[in-house]
């Protein structure tokens, strides 16, 4: 029985089809049918109930697939402790990155990453969706906290930015400068929605115990950072931004900070993977790679 094989199976199980996993891989469906079945004749058991647009495991490959998830993450421990530091990567990482400012450092890092192990393949998707990353063979990814919803994830803080509040002088001029975070409730926001549904509507100023929150209100909903800031640009309303994403347009003049007497309120950015998969020999290095590089301490902080 291949290793790759064994890999291929868990894909579809995770995908639920031969045709998504086969999209995922980049195989023909054909190659994927046929190693499934090889993988079956080999095991002398019917892994599946096919059907036509879906597929289900049956109680053998219900059991199959519980116990090698074991042995998947037993052999990539065992290539972890035979294989240096220093030693060329080959496979394939897909990685999901929420669009921030940020991204231009973590392209970087992930364009030395590639130059250190030029037989590596990398996939970057710029996604603001909150997926199964297991289903859609996510490796790692950089998301924003709001977006970390299941509880079987690792998260691990990496970058940080501060937020705060902009708008254009026309529209101050219209409609006046809040003073105060409870004004700021009487003035058209930018609002924000993930494509999971939800809706940030509520804002923060302050770290820690020191943090503030209002509820805001606004005509205009994205998840788009720059369709914000645009919407800032162009007067209608206020934008709760990043301020690196500003510091142009203020020094432009053609956006202004509101309420910097506040202590801004700093997000962060995590680097995130399943729990419950094993993490390849690829995925491990880029990790290390990445704690290396933008945190001191590497300390893991579950979700």
């Known amino acids: 029985m291949k290793t790759e094989d064994l890999a291929l199976f868990h894909r579809i199980v995770e995908t639920g089809s031969l045709v998504a996993a086969a ?28 059907q036509s647009r879906a597929m289900s495991l049956t109680s053998a490959g ?20 035979m294989t240096e530091d220093d030693a060329e990567l080959s496979g394939h990482l897909r990685i999901q990155m929420f669009p921030l400012p940020e991204n231009s450092i973590l392209n970087h890092l992930i364009f030395r990453f590639m130059s250190l192990h ?7 998707i710029d996604s603001t969706e909150v997926v199964d990353m297991v289903k859609h063979n996510l490796d790692v990814a950089f998301l924003i ?9 690792v998260a691990r803080p990496v970058l940080t930015t501060a937020l705060g509040f902009f708008a254009s002088p026309d529209y101050l001029a219209q409609r006046g400068e809040p003073g105060t975070l409870t004004e700021m409730a009487e003035h058209n926001v930018a609002l924000y929605r993930l494509v999971n549904g939800r809706v940030f509507n509520e804002v923060e100023v302050g770290t820690g115990k020191n943090t503030l929150k209002v509820a805001v209100q606004g005509n205009f909903c994205t998840n788009n950072l720059i369709l914000a800031r645009e919407f800032a640009l162009q007067g209608k309303g206020i934008a709760y931004l990043p301020m690196e994403m500003c510091r142009e347009y203020e020094a432009g003049g053609q956006l202004r900070q509101l309420l910097s007497n506040y202590e801004p309120h700093v997000g962060e950015c995590f680097l995130v993977y399943p729990s419950r998969r094993f993490v390849s020999l690829a ?5 290390d790679f990445i704690l290396q590089e933008l945190t001191p301490d590497g300390l893991p902080t579950p979700m």
Request: some cysteine.
């Open 23 to 50: 999209d995922l891989l980049n195989l023909p469906k054909s190659t994927v049918s046929r190693r499934l079945q090889t993988l079956e004749e080999e095991l002398k058991v019917k892994l599946f109930h096919r």
């Open 118 to 124: 030029p037989r590596l393949t990398v996939e970057v």
């Open 283 to 287: 995925c491990r290095r880029f990790i």
């Open 62 to 81: 219900s059991h199959f697939y519980q116990r090698s998830q074991g042995i998947l993450a037993q052999l990539d421990e065992t290539l972890i402790e």
């Open 145 to 153: 906290e709001h977006s970390i919803e299941a509880q079987d994830l």
